[in-house]
């Protein structure tokens, strides 16, 4: 169902880098269609995390679907948007499932227009450069290996363009145009590291690209999936079609005093 309209309430359940990435940009108010504005809630799992998110504007809560009721998330009632961006847990699954009836009760009662669950076959070139701050559920995933990934602001293009779109519960692959081997994009951002922050090189070192490279030997199959779908259907056209325009332009953003 079409999100647009006054009264936006977005609720980001794991306000992690891609929730926040959305969540900042829906508070600033980026969309020049949405008139009305965004107000945006979010959960995390410890008190300074939510410190920090209350600081960029967004109505933080803690919340640990392992252990916390879902019941006592009162803001989940007054989402009109919801975005699920809690990753799975190794050897639990979906954590969310602890809470799977009492969210569809509280959903069924409440004023929801659209639901996002991201998952993953990819990973993101932000995360992927920026390895001293992965948290723990980028790690993981970042030592399997993935032949598709997608900058993170196009995976905010196609949040954006799903507002747009009738519930279908469609499933969409946001990936960018060029799959490549791990090993081949960190080869890559290395060159750019080196070239524009050696200090920064030197202090990674070269761990990576052996690990990656044994990583990939063990791996069976490809992770390569058609983003045709998100492109006809949502009509996104990436921002960062390639991982090369993507690392270049995390690069460009960066200054040595952010390091
Ligand atoms: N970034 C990528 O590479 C990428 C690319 C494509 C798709 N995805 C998918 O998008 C989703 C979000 O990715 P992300 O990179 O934003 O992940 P992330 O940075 O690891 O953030 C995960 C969020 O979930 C919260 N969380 C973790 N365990 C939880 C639990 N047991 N109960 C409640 N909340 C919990 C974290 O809380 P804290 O904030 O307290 O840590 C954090 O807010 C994942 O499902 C991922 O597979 C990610």
């Not at 945006?40 to 933080?60: F, H, N, Q, Y």
């Not at 063990?218 to 006809?232: D, F, I, Q």
Request: with cysteine; net charge neutral; glycine share 6%.
């Amino acid at each position: 169902m079409s999100g647009s309209g006054a009264n936006h309430r977005m609720l980001v359940l794991g306000t992690g880098f891609v929730g926040r990435y959305a969540s900042e940009r829906l508070i600033e108010h980026d969309d020049e269609e949405d008139e009305v504005g965004w107000q945006v809630s979010g959960t995390c799992t410890s008190a300074a995390k939510k410190r920090e998110l209350e600081k960029i504007g967004i109505d933080a809560f803690i919340f640990d679907a392992t252990k916390s009721k879902m019941t006592d998330l009162h803001t989940l009632k007054h989402a009109t948007h919801l975005l699920i961006s809690i990753p799975t847990i190794a050897g639990i699954g979906d954590p969310l499932l602890f809470s799977y009836e009492d969210l569809r009760n509280t959903l069924s009662h409440g004023n929801l227009r659209w639901l996002c669950y991201l998952s993953s076959t990819s990973s993101a070139l932000d995360t992927m450069v920026k390895r001293k701050s992965l948290s723990k559920g980028q790690k993981l995933r970042e030592s399997r290996q993935y032949t598709a990934r997608v900058h993170v602001a196009d995976i905010y293009q196609a949040i954006k363009a799903s507002f747009k779109v009738p519930s279908s519960g469609r499933i969409y692959n946001v990936v960018d145009d060029d799959p490549a081997s791990r090993a081949e994009v960190f080869a890559f951002a290395r060159n750019l590291l080196e070239h524009r922050f050696p200090d920064m090189a030197k202090e990674f070192g070269d761990v990576s690209l052996p690990d990656l490279a044994s990583t990939e030997k063990k791996m069976h199959g490809e992770k390569r999936v058609s983003n045709a779908r998100l492109k006809n259907e949502l009509g996104v056209r990436l921002l960062y079609p390639t991982y090369r325009s993507g690392l270049q332009s995390i690069f460009d953003s960066w200054s040595v005093d952010n390091y």
